[in-house]
């Protein structure tokens, strides 16, 4: 793992990434994933112990018959859209990691795979002899559902254009920098040890910070979560016409490694979003890695121009040119 200092070393690294919303990304199917929930991978029994348990720690948010009220729908088409071409290891984790939302982590291995027996009862999947496993190895190996190719919507010449407001130097600085910053963090702090508010973000206070500001509205994973978010949901912002560079060049948003790079900065923010839903300071440190490297390559060829020396405006003028 790379130390927290190595980060900022790296002339800032205000990188980052592209990608669409932010819901757990298909993992590659693994040969051994053969499986699906069609294959009766749960008992009745089982199910019925976790409709129990959602009814005592779930319906308030998800609704009582599972269709979604203040938290999103556990059945139906808008379920399946989000988790059917994922194996049943990323909905237990998610379950498992983050709920109920007001009291999350809390759930035993056996508890989640009764909940997931559960959503797959109210989902029509048949049920069998066997209880399903708890154990994550296990898990992988059965996809929620058979993988179905994604339809792509029809161009259309009425989709919404939105022009640049900021150059690319604002968009990182406002967005990217501070996001990714709040991931590399994680390496020497625990997001889930709790902690006492500053008074440096309190408005008014002696020493107001306004990048602790809003601080304890939210909780530290919950923070980490959004930031992963805002690095991957960035993408398009790198990649929009006409937005120009500090130094007035236009961003090189047609070149194949511009391109290449804004992908690899997508997938590090969708990486550091997976780890940050295992709520493990160990699995978000490992993927703040591909982080910096994802940054690192662009950086190399449109940024940190060979033999110059920061702040230095020879080299200022030079970007965004490989």
Not at 241 to 262: A, H, L, T, Y
Not at 285 to 300: F, G, K, P, V, Y
């Amino acid at each position: 793992m790379r130390t927290f200092a190595v980060f900022f070393s790296r002339a800032l690294c205000l990188a980052v990434a592209a990608g669409v919303m932010l819901t757990p990304l298909a993992p590659l199917l693994h040969a051994q994933q053969t499986r699906t929930a069609n294959d009766r991978v749960y008992s009745d029994a089982q199910a019925g112990r976790g409709r129990t348990l959602y009814q005592e720690k779930c319906a308030t948010c998800h609704g009582d018959a599972l269709e979604g009220e203040v938290a999103p729908p556990l059945t139906g088409s808008a379920f399946l859209a989000v988790w059917g071409a994922q194996p049943l290891s990323e909905l237990s984790g998610k379950i498992r990691n983050t709920m109920p939302a007001k009291d999350p982590g809390k759930l035993t291995p056996s508890e989640t795979a009764e909940l997931v027996a559960y959503i797959l009862q109210a989902g029509k999947f048949p049920s069998g002899q066997n209880e399903l496993g708890a154990d994550d190895a296990g898990l992988k190996s059965i996809m929620l559902a058979a993988a179905k190719p994604q339809a792509v919507a029809p161009a259309t010449s009425q989709a919404l254009v939105f022009p640049p407001a900021g150059n690319l130097a604002q968009v990182m600085r406002g967005i990217l920098f501070p996001s990714s910053n709040i991931i590399f963090n994680v390496q020497l702090n625990d997001p889930g040890a709790v902690t006492k508010p500053s008074k440096s973000g309190v408005a008014g206070a002696p020493n107001f910070s306004l990048v602790e500001w809003g601080a304890g509205i939210y909780t530290g994973w919950q923070i980490v979560d959004y930031a992963a978010v805002a690095v991957a949901e960035s993408a398009p912002l790198m990649l929009t016409p006409g937005r120009r560079c500090e130094n007035g060049k236009p961003v090189p948003v047609d070149r194949p490694d511009w391109i290449k790079f804004s992908l690899e900065l997508a997938e590090a923010g969708r990486a550091a979003y997976r780890a940050s839903q295992m709520r493990s300071q160990e699995a978000v440190s490992d993927a703040s890695n591909q982080l910096s490297d994802s940054c690192m390559h662009c950086h190399q060829v449109y940024r940190d121009k060979r033999g110059s020396r920061p702040g230095d405006p020879a080299a200022a003028a030079a970007r965004c040119t490989p």
